[in-house]
């Protein structure tokens, strides 16, 4: 198996502290969804040494051979070194001739991991998957002349899973950043940033610029970039930690992150007092907004804008450029306007796709 997995950097977003940090976002800045549920917490021991046998020279090669001079031996390690690496390379890549896409297209579906917890982008509504992504990948597998096949699972599982070659892709609110590319390609379809939510009135008010938040208990969806934001830089993740340092530098207090498996518990800590504000992707904070009942609003402008991205194992180029085409088809032709005006995330639309096109 062909893994490798590093944790994704962060999205710049630029305070008014001063503080920079570069991206989240399986992070993943999944930009937009917040899907809104409120209420949902042996006997003794034999002596170690023995005598030691004189030493007994071995007898010299027969019939005058030479032994294997230490350089020889040195050069045939090095060539099997070299055949075994090489060996291991080639089974990272994909040496089926019909390639990723001809095994999609003789399976007759395509199979796309998602986290069903972030709307608008990707949730279930009367137990079924929906939202932008998977209405997005429906009309990709169309193009692609098969059927989608939609498998809904945990969000940090995702990358890791499409690494060991377990789903064909994702499409699950992933932003687009270096780190990530180093393990798999993405094909861009999404542009979207960072927002805050905040109770009704905003009685703390709290802002996403400025130190407001600093020594505030701020809900996170765990694996995101907004997670990243709050957790402090280590060698791993040197660009993490962007907010604390902003704090550090004001002299306030680091603020508290509090992370939740999914972003509907992370809003419900928000509705039960737990938390004092959220940090998620924008159309998840603008979606979780609308459906809290008034419970809930936005604070502040958006920051750290980043694409998302729809993650294809590495080598796959046949799927991967496929999945561009389909993706340039639907822009070009409309469908993707109609669909991003259906789920309200417009502002959020692009003009055309990228392959690996991160910032960050």
């Known amino acids: 198996m062909c893994t490798g997995v590093t944790r994704r950097p962060m999205v710049p977003h630029p305070t008014a502290l001063g503080s920079q940090r570069g991206a989240m976002c399986e992070t993943r800045h999944r930009p937009l969804s917040i899907r ?22 071995p007898p010299p090669p027969r019939g005058g051979a030479l032994r294997p001079r230490p350089f020889g031996r040195r050069l045939i390690a090095a060539a099997l070194t070299a055949l075994t690496t090489a060996s291991a390379l080639s089974a990272c890549r994909d040496t089926d001739p019909a390639g990723a896409l001809g095994r999609v297209r003789k399976a007759g579906k395509i199979v796309i991991a998602t986290d069903a917890l972030y709307p608008p982008n990707e949730f279930k509504q009367d137990g079924r998957i929906v939202g932008f992504d998977i209405d997005l990948g429906t009309a990709i597998a169309r193009k692609l002349g098969v059927q989608p096949q939609f498998q809904d699972m945990e969000f940090e599982s995702i990358l890791p899973a499409l690494t060991e070659g377990k789903y064909d892709l994702s499409l699950s609110s992933f932003t687009d950043t270096r780190e990530r590319e180093s393990r798999l390609d993405f094909v861009t379809y999404l542009s979207a940033g960072t927002m805050l939510l905040v109770r009704k009135g905003n009685p703390k008010r709290l802002r996403p610029d400025g130190p407001s938040l600093c020594g505030r208990r701020i809900a996170v969806e765990r694996g995101t970039t907004q997670e990243e934001e709050l957790t402090p830089a280590s060698a791993a993740e040197p660009d993490a930690g962007s907010r604390l340092g902003a704090c550090k530098s004001a002299r306030r207090p680091a603020p508290v992150r509090l992370s939740f498996d999914d972003q509907s518990a992370a809003n419900a800590a928000l509705a039960k007092g737990r938390a004092d504000g959220v940090l998620a992707d924008t159309p998840s904070v603008i979606y979780g907004a609308k459906q809290s009942a008034g419970r809930f609003e936005t604070s502040g402008q958006p920051y750290g804008d980043a694409l998302y991205g729809i993650a294809i194992p590495k080598h796959h180029d046949d799927l991967r450029d496929a999945v561009f085409k389909a993706v340039k088809d639907l822009i070009d032709g409309g469908v993707y306007r109609q669909l991003t005006d259906k789920w309200g995330i417009s502002a959020g639309a692009v003009r055309e796709p990228k392959i690996n096109a991160a910032a960050s």
Not at 42 to 49: L, V
């Open 36 to 57: 809104v549920n409120l209420d949902h917490d042996p006997g003794e021991s034999r002596p170690r040494c023995r005598p030691t046998p004189p030493y007994v020279p």
